[in-house]
């Protein structure tokens, strides 16, 4: 066999796993590879742009409109946005002082924030509409963010408003409690006057860059001219009240808001107190203008107004004693008192010679009544008056007189004949006669005698002497027992008609009357009387009921 040529290739063999190799490679052949698959398709990602979108769909959705969501058409969660929008208006509108809830506004802001988020994160996988473009939303979205920004500010501004509106209420409040307060008395409108004026002040004080608060100075202008309304229609009684409220203020309110408001109401307080008190002088009342008085000289010395308060008064004074000559010199002495009782209450070291001159004034007028009421028949208010004054006033050269007419007055009370005229102040002239006056009664007697003279005599009681059984007995025997001394006492007395006032004194039951009786005393003779006491029949309805009678018995001698 001829060997083979190396470099021939054997034909391939269909089946046989031979395959026609490069030369030099033979070796078990390769399997095919496996038939191909078909490709699978590409999975769908993000549209480009989302970044964008989303940041244009959150500014959007932060503006409280809605619009981030109606750019990706979420319709139902952009309603939520309206809705609270809608909600903090309604809330909002009008402005109100107070604002809106806080916990209202948080939750609104909040919402924003998961309404711009929820828009954000929708917009990055979703297109816009073909007609928006993320760049122009993105611009209009920054835009849109100065609509809640300019809504607060406005709002803010609205609400500035509504405060000053609400401040300026309360300032026309306080005008109104003023202008009614100005029509009635201070003591009735004074809870007025004062709660205008804390409004007033509380404007001031807790509102100071308000609109109202720049009118209050104007407003306290308006206060000051209705609380003193009365000091400027001239009744200074009325004005002293409300001035002296007013000079208090500055104690309460903020000198540099009062300004020279604080000061005013000194004078026209000085001059109401003292026009009140000078009015009260003559007064019949029981306020006789001291207190005005002696407030103006202890709160305002050295004023105009305190320096005639001294003159004023001692011109009352004397007007009031030129007054003790006329016809009711009783009412001027009540005048004079209370006068004197006003200038006991003035400080002393302001008007030192008042006091002096009105106790004399009232000494003069005690004199003035008890004679007064003497001449008109008032005879026990005359004793009383002029027994008073003669043992208040007992250096008063007219105590011997004012004892006179007290007791002249004194026998009138029984005898009005012995007030038919006033008893001398001097001693009569002429010769004198002598009466003797015995006491034959078991009882101290006292005498009193009015006429030409006046006065009285005590005669002790005369121990053996009894009482009569009747007045005949009793005229029979009368101070005519041998061998009694009977009490005596001696008179001299200038002629004329007299009266005489017998009183029992100790030793006399309480039945003794008082006896009066009439004598007239001729020149060229004396006189002798003796008193005793008669015991009468109680039941003798014909007799006096009261069984002791003083009885005098007399003669010319």
Not at 91 to 114: F, T
Not at 118 to 130: C, K, S, V
Not at 156 to 183: F, H, N, P, T, Y
Not at 385 to 394: G, N, P, Q
Request: charged share 20%; aromatic share 6%; with cysteine.
């Amino acid at each position: 066999m001829e060997p083979r040529d190396q470099s021939e290739a054997p034909e391939p063999r269909p089946g046989t796993g031979w395959e026609s190799v490069p030369e030099h490679a033979w070796g078990p052949a390769q399997p095919p590879p496996p038939p191909a698959r078909p490709p699978t398709p590409p999975t769908a990602g993000p549209p480009p742009g989302g970044v964008l979108r989303a940041v244009a769909a959150g500014l959007l959705g932060l503006s409280g409109l809605g619009l981030g969501h109606v750019l990706v058409r979420r319709w139902g969660r952009a309603a939520v946005s309206w809705g609270a929008t809608a909600v903090l208006l309604l809330v909002a509108l009008p402005a109100d002082p107070d604002g809106v809830p806080a916990a209202l506004v948080a939750a609104y802001l909040l919402l924003l924030v998961l309404a711009g988020a929820d828009a954000a994160r929708i917009a990055l996988r979703t297109e816009f509409r073909p007609w928006s473009r993320p760049a122009l939303a993105v611009v209009l979205g920054l835009l849109l963010l100065g609509v809640p920004v300019a809504g607060t500010a406005a709002y803010g501004s609205a609400r500035d408003e509504a405060v000053e509106q609400q401040l300026l209420g309360r300032l026309e409040e306080g005008d109104d409690l003023v202008a009614q307060a100005a029509k009635s008395s201070f003591l009735l409108s004074a809870p007025d006057y004062r709660h205008a004026l804390s409004l007033y002040r509380g404007l001031a004080e807790d509102h100071a860059g308000s609109r109202a608060a720049a009118l209050v100075p104007v407003r306290l202008k308006s206060f000051y001219a209705a609380v003193a309304s009365p000091y400027r229609a001239k009744k200074h009684c009325e004005a002293v009240g409300p001035l002296t409220y007013l000079r208090t203020l500055p104690d309460a309110v903020d000198r540099k808001l009062l300004g020279d408001l604080a000061g005013w109401p000194d004078t026209p307080l000085a001059e109401s107190l003292y026009g009140c008190g000078v009015s009260r002088l003559d007064g019949a009342g029981t306020d006789s203008g001291g207190e005005e008085l002696g407030t103006l000289l202890r709160t305002f010395p050295g004023t105009t107004q305190a320096d005639q308060v001294g003159p004023a008064v001692s011109a009352t004074i004397e007007r009031q004693v030129a007054g003790l000559k006329g016809a009711e010199p009783c009412a001027v002495t009540d005048q004079l008192r209370r006068t004197s009782t006003l200038v006991g209450e003035l400080p002393e070291s302001s008007v030192p010679s008042l006091g002096r001159q009105a106790a004399a004034a009232v000494q003069d007028g005690v004199y003035a009544c008890g004679v007064d009421e003497f001449e008109d028949k008032h005879f026990a208010d005359a004793r009383q008056t002029l027994t008073d004054f003669a043992d208040a006033y007992r250096k008063d050269g007219r105590r011997r007189h004012a004892l006179d007419i007290a007791t002249a007055a004194e026998i009138a009370e029984v005898r009005p004949s012995a007030g038919e005229r006033l008893p001398g102040s001097g001693k009569p002239g002429g010769v004198r006669m002598e009466l003797v006056i015995s006491n034959g009664a078991p009882n101290d007697v006292e005498v009193l005698y009015t006429g030409p003279v006046t006065g009285t005599v005590k005669l002790k009681a005369c121990g053996s002497c009894v009482r009569f059984s009747g007045e005949a007995t009793g005229a029979a025997g009368a101070c005519r027992a041998s061998g009694t001394s009977y009490p005596k006492a001696r008179l001299r007395l200038p002629a004329g008609e007299y009266h005489f006032l017998y009183k029992h004194g100790t030793g006399a039951s309480s039945a003794v009357d008082s006896y009066a009786s009439g004598s007239s005393v001729k020149p060229g003779y004396s006189y002798t009387s003796c008193t005793y006491v008669i015991e009468r029949d109680p039941y003798d309805l014909d007799l006096p009921t009261l069984p002791d009678l003083l009885k005098p018995a007399s003669a010319p001698r």
